[in-house]
């Protein structure tokens, strides 16, 4: 199985920016649509944002549209999220994650290899 690898992490004031990396290693993504979700403390894992394996079609979650993006480079198996804008409630575990498939779906079980994840955590 693939080995994901998230980084990017890390502590950033309000209105501040963030990239997070998820690697493959030991493999390629294949053909997987890539997830990134996030967790909370208290709170449930939520998808955030979703890229199919050719990259034209991806997923935002309402609370992240226009200050996310997704993308991926399936050459350096290498899929990116950039977070702009950031504001409190963003703080919490990002997690990248595949699906054996390469269409997006938003059901976080059809997500079956994860990262460990990366803290974001976002200062007021």
């Known amino acids: 199985q693939v080995q994901l690898v998230e980084s990017g992490g890390g502590l950033v004031q309000a209105g501040g920016s963030l990239r997070l990396s998820c690697t493959a290693s030991g493999r390629t993504f294949g053909t997987s649509a890539v997830g990134w979700f996030r967790q909370a403390p208290g709170k449930e894992r939520e998808l955030v944002a979703a890229i199919s394996w050719s990259g034209s079609n991806q997923y935002y979650a309402d609370s992240v549209k226009g200050r996310f993006t997704i993308s991926r480079d399936n050459a350096r198996n290498t899929v990116l999220l950039q977070m702009n804008s950031l504001k409190p409630e963003d703080t919490a575990v990002y997690y990248c994650?595949?699906?054996?498939?390469?269409?997006?779906?938003?059901?976080?079980?059809?997500?079956?290899?994860w990262g460990q994840g990366t803290q974001v955590t976002v200062s007021s």
């Open positions: 994650a595949t699906r054996r498939s390469f269409t997006v779906r938003v059901e976080t079980l059809t997500y079956d290899n």
